[in-house]
C-alpha cells in the first residue's frame, strides 16, 4: 500500500492531470471574507473538498481528473451559497492550466496572475521620477548653451 502512496500523491504534477477550482468569498461590504469554508465537489464521483479562504478571501481547490471527467458537475459551496458548474477545459491541450473560477459575493475580486497593484504605482511613480530629473537635467544644458551663446556673441562684438 505505501508503494502505491508516491502515484496517488503526486498525481497532479502534470497540468492534464489536474484540475483546479479558485475563486474569492467577499463580505457585502466588498472586502474579502477570510477563514471560510468552501466545499468543492465533483458530484459525478462524488469526491470533493473542504479548503479555507485566506486573509483576502481566496481559495483555491486542486483536483486529480482525467480528460474522461470532462463535462463532470461541479458543486462549490461557500456559507449558504451554492453554484453549479462544470469541469470544462481543452482535452487536447496537455500543457495548460486547467481551472475555473468562481466567486461568492461581489467586490473583492482580484486576478492572482496579475501583479499587484503597488507594482504599478511604484514604477509609475519612478518613470516620474526619472522624467523629472531627465528634463531637468536637459533645461539646464539648453541654459547653458544659451549662456555660452550670448557670450561668445557678446566677446564678437567687441
Excluded at 463580505?27 to 468552501?38: F, L
Excluded at 458530484?43 to 480528460?67: C, E, M, P, W
Excluded at 461557500?78 to 461568492?104: G, H, M, S, T, W
Excluded at 539646464?140 to 567687441?158: I, L, P, W
Aim: aromatic residues 8%; proline residues 3%; hydrophobic residues 35%.
Amino acid at each position: 500500500m505505501v508503494g502505491s502512496l508516491p502515484s496517488v500523491v503526486f498525481a497532479t504534477h502534470e497540468a492534464d492531470h489536474r484540475f483546479t477550482v479558485e475563486g474569492f468569498v467577499c463580505e457585502t461590504d466588498g472586502r474579502g471574507a477570510s477563514n471560510i469554508d468552501v466545499l468543492v465537489k465533483d458530484t459525478r464521483i462524488s469526491y470533493g473538498q473542504i479548503v479555507k479562504t485566506d486573509k483576502d478571501g481566496y481559495y483555491k481547490a486542486t483536483f486529480h481528473l482525467h480528460n474522461d471527467n470532462l463535462g463532470d458537475p461541479l458543486l462549490i459551496e461557500a456559507r449558504e451559497a451554492q453554484q453549479q458548474q462544470k469541469v470544462l477545459f481543452d482535452p487536447k491541450d496537455l500543457e495548460a492550466e486547467r481551472k475555473i473560477q468562481v466567486n461568492f459575493g461581489t467586490g473583492c475580486i482580484h486576478d492572482r496572475e496579475r501583479a499587484p497593484q503597488w507594482v504599478y504605482l511604484g514604477l509609475g511613480a519612478v518613470a516620474v521620477v526619472v522624467g523629472g530629473f531627465v528634463g531637468a537635467k536637459m533645461l539646464r544644458s539648453r541654459r547653458k548653451r544659451g549662456q555660452k551663446r550670448g557670450q561668445s556673441q557678446g566677446k564678437r562684438r567687441a
